[in-house]
């Protein structure tokens, strides 16, 4: 069961990217394919998948992993209703991805109810930057469709390769390797972070 | 015959790939290749980056598990706080004779093999990144372009680790334990050049 779970994975992984060309909404295919790119196409949403995906990854095998999905889900659903286009999230947005990839890279698996926390701020913060700037109604609609559909496949399959990766190699280094990898992650967003809010000049 | 034909080949490869390659022309570029160049060679070309960074992965060698593996994931979390400081301008003093300091500490470290408890080596280590980072965020060229050159900085500080490590694995066998200590004495003794300005 767990084999044919990461085939599919695996599978979705080859399906190639579109590009993010996704502030404007457009209808059909194209405005939702806008809309799954749009959940990757700044650095700030990139490192926050990136970095929420090992840290959920990391629980996918205890009890706690349907309903950090859920939080994550509800959350980005909220942040939709709740922001309009153009919001600053960036700065918010890194820091959510610095502390979910610090505590995947100090404490994996451990803490599910602040991981649980940091999964539900960084999917609000990913459902305010997903709303489109400009279109109709009904290329909003769909391009929201499509980030909804990204950001959560995106989620659910960083995830299920940590969570792959972990289950398949039991040398200790590849879990550290995971580890190490979330700490350069978190590394990197908090450098952002000091970018984003410093002063200029 | 198949040993000595395999190592032409490699031989051959490498040097093809050398003169195919063309000159890294990096420093302070425009656009993400740029910026990921600036930022990757900024820990890679600074000789006192290199010696500390290798030092850690030797140590951790040295240390054993967890440490082998806890120091390169404390490292660059605690270097991003000092590069956030950097970037802040919020003044850090001896910058340099921090950075050179931690060449000292840790070849001497390595040299005399010490089996420091995980929380004081995560502890010293951690004090040092804070050093590194600042200089890392405070010289960040202004026309890179900035996530390009932080990813390109936090992954070369983790590949140098990486060889540290590689290198440190050697102690396994009593001649690389030899090695890896000299190793130690070496890095030591630049980090006294750095600091005493002889280099």
């Given amino acids: 069961m767990t084999d044919r779970w990461h085939r599919w994975i695996w599978l979705l992984l080859a399906v190639p990217g579109t590009p993010a060309v996704a502030h404007d909404a457009s209808s059909g295919l194209r405005g939702l394919f806008a809309g799954v790119g749009h959940s990757f196409s700044t650095p700030s949403q990139v490192l926050c998948l990136l970095a929420l995906g090992l840290l959920a990854g990391g629980l996918v095998r205890s009890g706690w992993f349907p309903w950090l999905g859920g939080a994550s889900a509800a959350a980005f659903l909220a942040g939709l209703a709740a922001g309009h286009a153009g919001l600053p999230v960036d700065a918010p947005l890194f820091a959510a991805a610095f502390l979910a990839a610090a505590l995947a890279a100090l404490l994996p698996g451990r803490l599910p109810s602040v991981a649980m926390g940091l999964l539900a701020a960084g999917g609000f913060l990913l459902g305010i930057s997903a709303l489109p700037d400009s279109g109709t109604l009904v290329g909003k609609a769909v391009t929201i469709a499509g980030s909804v559909l990204g950001a959560g496949l995106g989620l659910v399959c960083i995830a299920a390769v940590a969570d792959a990766i972990t289950a398949r190699f039991a040398a200790p280094w590849v879990a550290m390797g995971l580890r190490v990898i979330a700490a350069w992650l978190g590394a990197i967003a908090l450098v952002m972070l000091a970018l984003t809010v410093a002063p200029a000049g | ?199």
């Fill in chain 2, 1 to 199: 015959m198949s040993q000595l034909s395999r190592f032409s080949r490699t031989a051959g490869l490498a040097v093809s790939t050398l003169l195919l390659a063309g000159p890294a022309l990096a420093h302070g570029g425009a656009g993400f290749g740029g910026g990921f160049g600036a930022g990757f060679t900024h820990p890679v070309l600074g000789w006192d980056h290199v010696a500390a960074m290798v030092a850690v992965g030797l140590w951790g060698a040295f240390l054993g598990k967890p440490a082998i593996w806890i120091l390169p994931v404390v490292f660059p979390l605690v270097m991003a706080v000092g590069a956030a400081m950097g970037i802040a301008g919020i003044p850090l003093p001896a910058v340099e004779p921090g950075i050179a300091m931690s060449a000292v500490v840790l070849g001497l470290m390595i040299l005399f093999a010490v089996r420091a408890p995980l929380w004081v080596a995560a502890t010293l280590v951690g004090v040092f990144a804070i050093f590194h980072g600042y200089a890392h965020g405070a010289e960040l060229p202004s026309t890179a372009n900035a996530f390009a050159f932080a990813v390109g900085f936090v992954l070369a500080t983790g590949l140098l680790h990486l060889c540290g490590i590689a290198l440190g694995l050697s102690i396994k066998w009593p001649a690389g334990r030899v090695a890896v200590r000299g190793a130690g004495a070496i890095i030591s003794l630049a980090g006294l050049a750095f600091l005493t300005g002889v280099a």
